[in-house]
């Protein structure tokens, strides 16, 4: 696969075909906001749901496809956390995702 979506920052082929299975499975869409990728011109980027700084791993079963903005606004939460953060934060999140 040589779209723009995974050719510009996955060099190892690993990573490579978990983005494609990543992006495939989520519909070309982040996982958090739904914008598509290739609709709003953003560049995917790999999340861990469970921090590998917090124990989390590098198995499939652990990755999402995110845009940078919703990887930026995860932070080092995991998938809980993230969920409780934006029941408090909705307004916020939608403003800095979408835009006033």
């Given at each position: 696969?040589?779209?723009?979506?995974?050719?510009?920052?996955?060099?190892?082929?690993?990573?490579?075909?978990?983005?494609?299975r990543?992006?495939?499975?989520?519909?070309?869409?982040?996982?958090?906001?739904?914008?598509?990728?290739?609709?709003?011109?953003?560049?995917?980027?790999?999340d861990?749901?469970?921090?590998?700084?917090?124990?989390?791993?590098?198995r499939?079963?652990?990755?999402?496809?995110?845009?940078?903005?919703?990887?930026?606004?995860?932070?080092?939460?995991?998938?809980?956390?993230?969920?409780?953060?934006?029941?408090?934060?909705?307004?916020?999140?939608?403003?800095?995702?979408?835009?006033?």
């Amino acid at each position: 696969m040589t779209d723009k979506g995974t050719d510009h920052f996955i060099h190892n082929p690993l990573r490579r075909k978990y983005m494609d299975r990543l992006l495939a499975v989520q519909d070309g869409r982040c996982f958090w906001c739904e914008r598509n990728f290739k609709q709003h011109d953003l560049y995917p980027q790999i999340d861990h749901r469970r921090p590998r700084r917090r124990g989390g791993s590098n198995r499939y079963e652990n990755l999402r496809a995110l845009c940078k903005t919703c990887n930026s606004q995860k932070q080092s939460r995991t998938e809980a956390e993230h969920i409780m953060w934006m029941s408090r934060n909705t307004e916020k999140f939608y403003r800095v995702v979408f835009g006033d």
